[in-house]
């Protein structure tokens, strides 16, 4: 029997991800796995892993479960999130017209997450758009979980 995975674990591994990583979950045990680049090449060198300190070689062999096994598939990258088009629909939604418009104006051009974050704390609804985003996350996760045939539970998020 397949494992029940937390969706909130895998919200908050999906809200961890970087240019330079990449996360895995195990369908059938539920266990979640983010990789580095690093690792990944460490794990494909090994006249590189066997210079690398104990710790490494442990999580080494991990690496290599995760690439040769077809349990372990991909969560959701940073690129299939695209939080930009999620900032975009935040900032339609916004009641007040002024606010919308600020926040739509600051995601055009370079330094447009900056500019965003900087005129949600100005407009003091960062505390929305947290909620919206996780909101945003859940249901991609969601989506990637049922797609895969992955059963999840519902946690309440730790404060």
């Known amino acids: 029997m397949a494992a029940i995975v937390s969706l909130r674990d895998v919200i908050d591994e999906m809200d961890m991800m970087s240019d330079e990583a990449t996360a895995y979950i195990n369908r059938k045990t539920g266990e979640l796995m983010t990789v580095t680049d690093e690792m990944f090449s460490l794990a494909e060198d090994p006249d590189e892993a066997e210079d690398a300190p104990e710790w490494q070689k442990e999580f080494l062999s991990k690496v290599r479960e995760v690439t040769a096994s077809e349990d372990f598939i991909e969560l959701p990258s940073k ?6 088009s999620i900032m975009e629909r935040f900032a339609r939604s916004v009641a007040d017209g002024d606010v ?11 330094g447009a997450f ?3 974050k900087d005129a949600l704390h100005r407009r003091r609804i960062a505390d929305q758009w947290y909620r919206y985003r996780d ?3 859940e249901e991609i996760a969601i989506e990637f979980l049922e797609a895969h045939g992955i059963e ?5 998020r730790q404060k």
């Open 79 to 84: 690129f299939d999130i695209h939080e930009w």
């Open 100 to 110: 919308s418009d600020e926040l739509e104006a600051a995601l055009h051009g370079r």
């Open 114 to 116: 900056g500019r965003f």
């Open 135 to 137: 909101a945003a996350l």
């Open 152 to 156: 999840f539970r519902r946690e309440a």
